[in-house]
């Protein structure tokens, strides 16, 4: 059984997240694929509370998770450090699938953390989401290099990006790459502001 990890803050989720899910869902040999909202989201600020981004990701994504079995989201123990979450992340995805191979979700973004993620040693593949963003290509040359066979690129690129979503809101910008009902969420708890 092949489960492919997706993780991110999804603060707030966009159009971009949803084309990343269909493509992974198009993938032939995924058996699941768990959403992973990380608790932390870093040096974010105003940022959605969890249950808000569990909310507004339902919203968001709602045909592709109410009508596909594949896919299910979870929100990882709430420990504060990534480290303390993380190992409650495996233990909790080695308990429900204890066969699987696991794989990850990356965005062209989050490439300098892939050591990180190789010494975690849980996962046993990568699957890197292309982003658009300036030396993306050379990044992925060094890490293919590093790291031979572990990684599959899907070539299609998505320009979207949760912080270029919450810039746009607190500049009163029109939010771009979301749908009507995140921006009317987003507008409605005054979000990001």
Known sequence: MNVVVYSGSFDPPH???????????????????CIVLVPSTGSKIKKASMGRRVRILEAEF?????HNPKV???VPPSNAK?????SGLFALLRER???????KAIGTDRLDHLDRFIKDGFYEKFIVLKRGW???DELLRKAIDAYPGR?????DIVPASSTEVRRRVRSKGHPKK??????????????YK
């Open 134 to 136: 300036p030396n993306e």
């Open 97 to 103: 699938y204890p066969k699987a191979r696991f794989l």
């Open 15 to 33: 159009e971009g997240h949803a084309e990343n899910l269909r493509k992974l869902l198009s993938m032939p040999n995924i058996d699941r694929i």
């Open 72 to 74: 299910e989201v979870i």
């Open 62 to 66: 709602g045909k592709l998770l109410s």
């Open 82 to 86: 990534r480290g303390n979450w993380a």
């Open 151 to 155: 990684l599959e690129v899907f070539e």
């Open 178 to 191: 979301v749908s009507s009902k995140t921006r009317r969420l987003i507008r409605a708890r005054r979000l």
